[in-house]
């Protein structure tokens, strides 16, 4: 105790931070880095694998197909939105309209931030060949062999400048933001273990390809961002922050891949909602956590998350991103060029950065000149100037959900869900023969136990908000959750969002609840690394230890809680003990 009271607090992070790595996976991107660092490394959670089939398949399964009463539904929340910024519908044109019209001049490329130089940052397209170097003996014993015996995985390009000393053959594997840049003429599968909050099991798919492709892709960053070598892992702790959507299962796998993949000493697990509120130095608030495909809701009070409040919502910043694309192309001001967001990943990072850039909410009509590429099979990146309208509907979709029409994901099988290690769970008494699940919803015929997966909300960002928060009791409390809210996450830093989102609580707030304040706080930090920064404070003041898993004791065992036993209840692993010692 009289160490914590003299103690600089520069000095704890430099002692305590330096052998803790903290992981936040989510869907789009994982947030990795020593406690120790101001900012993690921001890295697209996908894997680009060398493919003999099909070239750039991704996600077999997805449904991107908006059907007729979705189509119908969406011009109607168009039109509602429309009505509120006070700018023409859909149907109407906006010439002559009497609305304020902002006009944002500037340049975007479409994938690199606005430049200040006036040369255009030439786009290339990611290298997938890595060069071999081969000794003279070995190229003279492979041409005895003869040409059939050449390799037909990955076929070898001779380098001309030098034949005899290197040749160029496919990468096996592309991590991150250069997979995303692979040209779609390549023989590569782009894949994404995490979609929609969860592990993006599927037939085509499989757990055990899922947990690899996680393992491949954290393990590439150990080694490359934070130059942790395999040697060096054992002396290293992981804090593992995991977004509210994990199920038990998910939680599980995930330990197992850090502390039986990657190899770390020992692992703690927090979720996402209570690390927020230590990123921002508070005890007690609504965390909304908008990220890139979910959004989620949960009220945290004394440190103490309450699962009651726990609302998760099934769009995010991706979807503002295809209804920014959506809007261009009715209005006809996208050019005519193929923009295909699910076969080339690079147009999703263009559509981010845009609406990044520009989207605003805002009354009045907002357009903006910027100049957007088209990225075609094998061709350089050309420019095409344009004018962006409507730029302040988009994020409006947050509060009516129809606007986005989120992508269709199919369901993991049944036994996905279906926890035998749990013993919490009377699994010799399911019914594990055929029949489906008898026309009710997929996830409504679980029986109801630990492993069921957490429903999602079809409602907006508001009502959320407020049904959350009414969920958590006394009227005192629900007084500071309505005083005390905060928005997260990459869309979180959104212009005119946190206006929006206090008048629209405030307003689907029920007259008979005496409430009449709704305040959003602003972040201390960035907000899309706010639960990163409280994942590593909660590692670096947690000195009794006592919540963190060993690695032996993990792989021989499962969980455990201060003893021998074996803790059971995994889906409330946030429950497990917290001391921290206050100076």
């Keep these: 105790m009289d160490y914590l009271k003299s103690v600089a607090p520069t000095q704890i992070l430099s002692e305590r931070g330096s052998n803790l790595v903290v992981i936040n996976p989510g869907s789009a991107n994982v947030r990795i880095g020593l406690a120790m660092d101001e900012k993690p490394f921001n890295v697209p959670n996908c894997i680009a694998r060398y493919h003999t089939g099909k070239p750039n398949v991704v996600d077999q399964m997805l449904n991107t197909q908006v059907t007729t009463n979705q189509h119908v539904d969406r011009e109607r929340a168009y ?12 149907d109407e044109s906006s010439s002559g309209s009497a609305s304020r019209k902002f006009m944002q001049m500037g340049r975007i490329d479409g994938y690199n931030k606005p430049s200040t130089t006036k040369k255009d940052t030439v786009f290339t397209w990611t290298d997938v060949y890595e060069d071999v170097q081969i000794s003279p003996v070995a190229s003279e014993t492979s041409a005895d062999k003869g040409e059939a015996s050449a390799t037909k995985a990955a076929p070898d390009v001779i380098d001309s400048k030098d034949a005899s000393e290197s040749k160029r053959k496919y990468k096996k ?12 003429k390549e023989p590569y599968c782009i894949r994404h273990p995490i979609r929609r909050g969860h592990f993006n099991v599927s037939p085509h798919y499989s757990a055990q390809q899922v947990c690899e492709d996680l393992t491949a892709i954290l393990d590439w960053v150990l080694l490359e961002k934070l130059h942790i070598s395999h040697s060096e892992r054992f002396s290293f702790h992981a804090v593992l922050v995991v977004p509210e959507t994990f199920d038990s299962r998910e939680i599980k796998e995930m330990l197992t891949v850090v ?3 990657l190899r770390f000493n020992s692992a703690v697990v927090h979720q996402e909602g209570l690390s927020a509120v230590f990123g921002n130095g508070l005890s007690t608030a609504c965390i909304v956590n908008i990220g890139a495909q979910t959004s989620t809701v949960v009220c945290i009070e004394d440190g103490v998350s309450l699962p009651n409040t726990e609302k998760i919502l099934p769009f995010g910043g991706e979807d503002i991103c295809r209804c920014l694309l959506w809007i261009q192309r009715h209005y006809q001001k996208w050019p005519q060029i193929r923009t295909d967001v699910l076969a080339k990943p690079i147009d999703l990072l263009m559509l981010n950065q845009l609406k990044e850039s520009y989207c605003d909410i805002r009354e009045g009509e907002v357009e903006a000149g910027a100049t957007v590429h088209s990225y075609e099979d094998g061709m350089p990146a050309m420019p095409h100037k344009t004018t962006l309208t409507s730029l302040n509907v988009p994020p409006m979709g947050l509060f009516y959900p129809n606007l986005l029409v989120p ?5 993991p099988p049944r036994e996905w869900f279906q926890d035998y290690e749990n013993m919490l769970e009377d699994t010799w008494n399911m019914d594990f023969g055929g029949g489906g699940n008898m026309g009710l919803p997929m996830w409504d015929s679980f029986a109801v136990s630990p492993s069921k997966p957490k429903k999602e909300e079809k409602i907006g960002l508001a009502e959320a908000i407020t049904s959350s928060i009414l969920s958590a009791g006394r009227i005192d409390l629900r007084r500071k959750l309505f005083s005390s809210i905060q928005l997260i996450g990459g869309v ?6 946190v206006p929006a989102v206090e008048e629209r609580v405030l307003r689907a707030i029920p007259p008979t609840e005496a409430i009449k304040t709704v305040e959003v706080l602003p972040s201390r930090t960035d907000p899309a690394f706010v639960t990163w920064k409280g994942g590593a404070i909660l590692g670096i003041l947690d000195f009794g230890r006592e919540a963190w898993i060993e690695r032996q004791e993990w792989m021989e065992n499962g969980i455990h809680k201060g003893s021998t036993k074996k803790y059971k209840d995994s889906f409330y692993i946030e ?6 010692i206050n100076p």
């Design 79 to 90: 039109n509602t939105a429309a009505s509120l910024l006070k700018i023409p519908y859909l």
């Design 173 to 184: 594997t592309i991590f991150g933001e250069e997979a995303m840049k692979i040209s779609p």
């Design 259 to 261: 502390l039986g993949g």
């Design 407 to 411: 992508e269709v994901f199919p369901q």
């Design 492 to 497: 979180g830093s959104t212009k005119g969002l």
């Design 575 to 580: 429950g497990q003990a917290m001391y921290f």
